[in-house]
């Protein structure tokens, strides 16, 4: 058996220290790269120091039900951020719409700014997202359907894929679980890719949602390139390289 260098010892101690930690703030902590980083994980993972979770890392010595508290936890720091570009995005929508909603918080957050009179028509396969959809009364509510697929909490099958690309919507909102500038954007969940990529496909605006905890994490499955994108809204903490990608696409940086 391997022994452990001490940069992973470090990894370690960090981990248990502050109990939930992302690739990116790792990579920070130590000053390495977050590659290199991606690789001492598995190892970390194998010899039950550590536990993979959505959104990164904690200590293996965690419950079930306190791993639970302090993801929930990691999230709420960011969801003030969440909630203004939630807000911004909520303006781009026009009474009428054909409107493509994505899966995640950021988009969930989206959902619930929509005033209750308004009129669209709403078309997603998140389950957080249609139950909140669902009581716009005035507004069509379409799911394509599929087996729920509970990690990522979406409807999914291969028809369910068909029939969103036989749709045509007005804008996609769109979330990602990272992105990098030479993977771009990407999610946590292999479920997931095909419907925003048909999403994508079948929408005129392209809007991604992102914050800036989001920039420099690589997730699982790659579903875009940046170029896909019409609009990208962050806020004021995206670091000047990404600021910078995004102009050289041509893509609208809105920063709430």
């Known amino acids: 058996m391997d022994t452990l260098n001490e940069r992973q010892m470090q990894e370690i101690e960090l981990i248990k220290n502050a109990h939930f930690l992302t690739i990116k703030q790792l990579a920070q902590s130590l000053r390495v790269s977050e590659m290199t980083i991606r690789r001492d994980i598995p190892l970390l993972v194998e010899r039950k120091f550590v536990s993979q979770v959505f959104g990164g890392v904690v200590s293996a010595g965690i419950h079930d039900d306190e791993r639970k508290y302090v993801i929930e936890d990691e999230i709420s720091k960011n969801k003030n951020l969440k909630l203004k570009i939630a807000q911004k995005a909520v303006t781009f929508m026009q009474p009428n719409d054909v409107i493509f909603?994505?899966?995640?918080?950021?988009?969930q957050l989206l959902t619930e700014q929509i005033p209750q009179d308004f009129f669209c028509t709403a078309i997603s396969s998140s389950f957080n997202a249609l139950c909140v959809l669902a009581k716009l009364e005035n507004s069509t509510v379409i799911t394509p359907g599929g087996v729920f697929s509970h990690k990522p909490g979406v409807f999914y099958d291969l028809?369910?894929?068909?029939?969103?690309?036989?749709?045509?919507?007005?804008?996609?909102?769109?979330?990602?679980?990272?992105?990098?500038?030479?993977?771009?954007?990407?999610?946590?969940?292999?479920?997931?890719?095909?419907?925003?990529?048909?999403?994508?496909?079948?929408?005129?605006?392209?809007?991604?949602?992102?914050?800036?905890s989001k920039f420099g994490i690589v997730s699982t499955c790659s579903f875009a390139r940046i170029s896909d994108f019409t609009v990208v809204i962050t806020d004021s903490g995206i670091p000047p390289e990404y600021a910078e990608q995004l102009r050289a696409n041509k893509v609208e940086l809105i920063i709430v």
């Open 159 to 212: 028809e369910s894929i068909r029939a969103i690309r036989r749709y045509r919507a007005n804008i996609a909102f769109m979330g990602a679980t990272g992105y990098e500038l030479e993977m771009g954007p990407t999610c946590a969940y292999i479920e997931d890719a095909p419907l925003k990529q048909a999403m994508i496909e079948s929408s005129k605006t392209k809007v991604l949602l992102i914050d800036s």
């Open 101 to 107: 909603f994505d899966s995640g918080t950021t988009i």
